[in-house]
């Protein structure tokens, strides 16, 4: 079996699997499964990193693979939540453009020759957010009577953005660093 395969991996891609699952439930109107899915999806993502650290299974593919599945999950999410009118448009416009402004950075600091740009607290705050706010609207939906989520909206507006702007700032630090090392290693 190869080293790849292992149970953390295969959580990650069950997420994977899970994804067009999750949207078609919230297109669908069905948002009490939509719910479970993206409930069942959280766990597997906290259960994926924990059996990968302690149990020594952690792969490169599997570092790699991990946060692109969940960034994917996440964005299909808030996508059919804008096409459902859960969440306003321009708040997913805006979670899209910052993962797109970190996934230019990462590929500009891998071309350069770097091969960590492990995720700021910023970045990890936002997710969090972001995952908070869609089981919030996932509730609100399934359970009409719960307050929706108005205020939590402006919050991962706000993390979204910085977080952002706190990628390019710390890219272009180390990019900057990274060439400085390679002008006085020559």
């Known amino acids: 079996m190869p080293r790849w395969l292992n ?3 295969l959580f ?12 078609y439930a919230i297109l669908g109107g069905q948002h009490e499964r939509a719910l479970a899915i993206v409930l ?16 020594g299974t952690a792969t490169a593919a599997g570092a790699y693979f991990d946060p ?12 059919s939540f804008a096409a459902i009118s859960a969440v306003p448009w321009w708040l997913v416009i805006e979670i899209l453009a910052r993962d797109v402004v970190l996934l230019a950075s990462s590929g500009a600091l ?47 507006a706000a993390a979204t953005a910085w977080s952002g702007i706190h990628y390019l700032w710390r890219g272009g630090r180390e990019l900057r660093v ?7 290693a020559v």
């Open 110 to 156: 891998m071309l350069s020759g770097m091969r960590q740009f492990p995720p700021s607290i910023w970045g990890k705050a936002s997710t969090f957010l972001q995952i908070v706010l869609a089981l919030a609207t996932l509730v609100q939906n399934a359970f009409p009577g719960v307050a929706p989520p108005g205020a939590l909206i402006w919050a991962v």
């Open 68 to 79: 692109i599945v969940d960034k994917l999950f996440l964005n299909a999410v808030y996508i």
């Open 7 to 9: 149970i953390a991996n």
């Open 178 to 184: 990274h060439r400085n090392r390679s002008l006085r």
């Open 12 to 23: 990650t891609l069950g997420r994977l699997v899970a994804v067009p699952f999750a949207v």
């Open 40 to 55: 069942v999806a959280a766990l597997t993502d906290t259960i994926d990193g924990t059996l990968a650290r302690r149990f």
